[in-house]
């Protein structure tokens, strides 16, 4: 089975505090994706790479940017975190092609004070 | 860009009864998804299915491409059934794999 972890269930910080959302998946995918999900909006689409050291910014990356050092890893960095950040943080992969199947982690609940 | 509507946008059922989601979409696709977010937030796979149709256990989906509709099945439902359920989509050209969500369906299954 695909497995896909986000490295924190809950956060809670600070306005103005720099905070890193970790991703690691396991089956060699090369797309990696991170979404929030917030309550009447959905799904939104903020950043996702389709190669190691390649991103590609998606509907709402303001705010926001990425790292993808290695193929299993992406990671989804605020700057300086503001209470409009606060939401649900959704990492995904899939493999190369347009047909591939999209598999998520089990959620990053972040809390901006 | 590609639009996504789902309906009904609540639905609450009495455990055992059946109910068909259905997924609409503006524009050609390649990639068609069905997932379920439990209570706990996490996005669980479903179906993928561009075309045809599909059965798995007490749930069945059926995409019908040229008509942009996909419908999803779930029959003798059950109270674990509960939970936000999403149809995402991807365009042939110009949006890789990059899925546009729809609003999702909230299913409460009572006993």
């Known amino acids: 089975d695909v497995k896909v972890t986000q490295s924190s269930r809950y956060l809670v910080k600070r306005t103005g505090e720099k905070v890193f959302l970790e991703c690691v998946q396991d089956?060699?995918?090369?797309?990696m994706f991170w979404y929030r999900q917030d309550p009447g909006l959905g799904l939104r689409l903020i950043y996702f790479s389709y190669d190691v050291k390649m991103k590609e910014k998606g509907d709402i990356p303001e705010g926001y940017s990425v790292s993808r050092e290695k193929k299993e890893r992406f990671s989804l960095i605020l700057e300086s975190a503001s209470t409009n950040q606060t939401s649900m943080y959704l990492c995904?992969?899939?493999?190369?092609?347009?047909?591939?199947?999209?598999?998520f982690g089990e959620g990053s609940r972040l809390t901006v004070l | 860009g590609i639009q996504v509507e789902q309906s009904p946008p609540d639905l609450i059922l009495q455990e055992g009864a059946n109910s068909t989601l259905r997924c609409n979409f503006s524009d050609s696709v390649n990639n068609l998804q069905w997932f379920h977010q439990n209570p706990w937030g996490q996005l669980i796979n479903l179906f993928y299915?561009?075309?045809g149709t599909k059965q798995n256990g007490r749930l069945s989906a059926t995409t019908v491409a040229t008509e942009r509709y996909s419908l999803l099945y779930i029959s003798s439902s059950q109270t674990t059934d509960s939970g936000v359920y999403f149809c995402a989509v991807s365009i042939l050209t110009g949006g890789g794999n990059k899925l546009t969500f729809g609003t999702g369906t909230q299913l409460k299954v009572e006993l």
């Open positions: 299915i561009p075309s």
């Open positions: 995904a992969s899939s493999s190369n092609s347009n047909t591939g199947e999209l598999f």
């Open positions: 089956m060699d995918h090369e797309n």
